[in-house]
């Protein structure tokens, strides 16, 4: 079977909104990916990086070791996780912000 990418139609942009964190040069200073548009889409999705890519990184990594659908369960469940975790909140916390706190 040929791994699809993730479908991010219902998607809050969770991985995106805490890619900053990780990723600290797609920083736009409030851990956001500088590359999310308003409607939480990828502006450069042709081109993102490797660690966005599930298609990729389930090729590289994980297509000798799980199935797609498992692939696919696993990365549901860890979109399900953020969401549970509350550590997105609906107004972004700026540098400025969390320096105070």
């Known amino acids: 079977m040929e791994v699809k990418p993730i479908d991010c139609s219902h998607c809050n942009a969770l991985c995106c909104r805490v890619f900053g964190k990780i990723m600290p040069e797609y920083d736009r200073g409030d851990c956001v990916c500088k590359y999310l548009t308003d409607d939480n889409k990828c502006s450069i999705y042709e081109n993102r990086p490797f660690i966005c890519n599930t298609v ?6 994980y297509k000798d070791k799980l199935t797609v659908e498992q692939w696919n369960e696993m990365n ?10 509350e550590i ?9 912000e969390s320096k105070t706190k």
């Open 56 to 61: 990729r990184i389930y090729n590289k990594y």
């Open 76 to 85: 549901n469940k860890a979109c399900e996780a953020l969401n549970e975790a």
């Open 88 to 96: 997105v909140r609906e107004e972004p916390v700026h540098k400025e």
